[in-house]
Nanobody
Framework: QVQLVESGGGLVQAGGSLRLSCAAS????????MHWFRQTPGKQRELVAT???????NYADSVKGRFTISRDNAKNTVHLQMNSLKPEDTAVYYC?????????????WGQGTQVTVSS
């Protein structure tokens, strides 16, 4: 079982920055990939950024060049640095961890953290 706790959300003006953190209850070396998703009311959850156990990263086109995902292995934490925020970035942001054990894929989610960008 992996527990994920997000923090760092809040209210910011357009053009500002926020840094989200996701603390895992296990060593993130054991986690195959960690993702940040976001969701707004009435819409499907959207994949924002991914970082693999090997350190490879990937981003949604809408956030490329503005968001950076990184990992702090010593603290078992993944961060999402969000710069040049836009009102359309407003959403609940969720941390997700994917752990593959033999042939089984385990999927874990945090509770979410609200990000609100005012215009």
């Amino acid at each position: 079982q992996v527990q994920l706790v997000e923090s760092g959300g809040g209210l910011v003006q357009a053009g500002g920055s926020l840094r989200l953190s996701c603390a895992a209850s296990v060593s993130i070396f054991s986690i195959n990939a960690m993702h940040w998703f976001r969701q707004t009311p009435g819409k499907q959850r959207e994949l924002v950024a991914t970082i693999t156990s090997g350190g490879s990263t990937n981003y949604a086109d809408s956030v490329k060049g503005r968001f950076t995902i990184s990992r702090d292995n010593a603290k078992n934490t993944v961060h999402l640095q969000m710069n040049s925020l836009k009102p359309e970035d407003t959403a609940v942001y969720y941390c997700n961890a994917v752990l593959k054990v033999l042939a089984t894929v385990h999927d874990y989610w945090g509770q979410g953290t609200q990000v609100t960008v005012s215009s």
